[in-house]
């Protein structure tokens, strides 16, 4: 047992100095490619918190990475903060947007949740369009530039994302292990029991979710300042949350690591092959979606951890059928 | 003062009255028999105690303090657990940490660390005589196994009531024996007090200290199992009323 943890601890850090030293490596446009990589596993490991772990299918929770965008946008141009600071207070506005809507909606179970994000989502997307004297409205809004060497910005974003990943996969793994994390997967399993053994379901829930938002809205901030342009279309664009659902799901839902693999797997495929087939790829998308249901719904890590094995993946299919 | 007292408890779905005017206590350390014929009531009057469901009149005190209108979470707080009729198992855990749940968030469990709580899991995992499937997934187990690993996490929320909801409907001659065997060892070694939900009438007769019996929603009977079954009102509610009335007649 001891030995084995060694070596993943020994794993993890050869992991860690690689992404460190990988913007010395590679060339500008694969430091852009990865950071956005690296965005997507935060995203992801953000929204496993809720859907994972939970159970709940935060379908809307892109709306927090819009939050996190705007309100970095918004603090640097009309009140001149410095983007950090922007980014922190758009991470705790998206926590408290998180906490006063889950307060109604997360009574809600299954699919009406599911609806609900949604509708949030869409919602807060057409006051970003509608509010045009403050937001800049459909036309987007422009940020401030860096005062700063262009090569050397990137790779400061690119530390950035990296840092916030490890830090969204540090506080997946802290909860895998707390009585929260616990709690939160008992909900998932069976509500009415959990409710039953003790657990306040709507408070573990409000937490679950604000900690997802957090996480996820500070992302959006530093999205913002590194694409210096945002518009609504892109920061509340609902396609990023199904593809970081499709993540997860090929990962491994309500895992530490899975949901950033899936990350990775998944973005490394369409960077290098799918952006040759443009309209073609939202299909494949849906057919890797279809696939990972019926053939590995408990995810690639678990599917690992069994041995992998076609026999296994049979039974799945068969198991479906029935 | 009953150590729990209901009071006109009752529980209206629409026309139906589930649970009709039941004045029920029971007193501390006692074990309590609730019989009667399927759609009697015997599980809503359980919802009620442990506030699934919100009373459409009366009230219920649980050693002297009103509990009435109190989330399900906060009663288990205060000492009162349930097994369920049909096992609610977190199927994505193990069997260990499905109990955990019950030492982690139980009456005993808010200052305690998951490793503190995963001994006290262990503990009462080796109650139950469950420790072949500690690591066991819920799906590897079978229904008896499944009633004790419930019982498991009941146990492990420290309570000072305890309802057992049909814990041995679906088990065979032996496992019965022993579920018995525990549920005496539970209230004799630990002193905590059931109410038990049985439809095994053997182990009705031999476990319980009083009978009550619930038909339609309303008690009909209240007394120690030697009178229960001589009991005409409980004999025709079980039987129907012509056995009933050739009953007497002979």
Redesign the interface.
Known sequence: MQRKNTKWVMLGCLVVLGFVALPFLIEGYWVRVTTSILMYAIVTAALNIIAGFAGYAAFGNIVFFGIGAYTTAMLMLRVGFPWWGGVIVGGLLAAIYAILLGIPILRLRGHYFAIATLGINRATEQIALDWGSFTGGGKGITLPLPKMEIQQFYAMIYFIMFGLLLLTVLVNFMISRSRLGYALRAIRDNEDAAEASGIFPARCKITAWAISAFLTGLTGGVFAYWFSFIEPATVFDIMIAVKAFVMMMLGGAGTVLGPVLGAFLIELISETVWGKFLTLHMMILGVIMVAVVILIPKGMLDMFRRKFSLAGLWRNLKNQAV | MAFIEGKTVSKAFGALRAVDQVDFHVESNEILGLIGPNGAGKTTLVNLI?G?YPLTEGEITFKGERITGL???RI??LGI??T?QIV??????TVR?NV???A????N?AGRS?RVAFQEADRWIDYVHLHDHRYASVDQINISDRKRMDLA?ALA?GPELLMLDEVMAGLNTKDIEEMMALVRRINEELKITLLVIEHVMKAVMSICHRVMVLHHGRKIADAPPGEIVKDDRVIEAYLGERYAKARRAS
């Open positions: 442990t699934v989330r399900p979470a288990s707080h657990a349930r369920f609610k198992p977190f199927p994505g855990m940490e955990v749940i019950g982690l968030f139980g009456k469990g998951t996490k929320m």
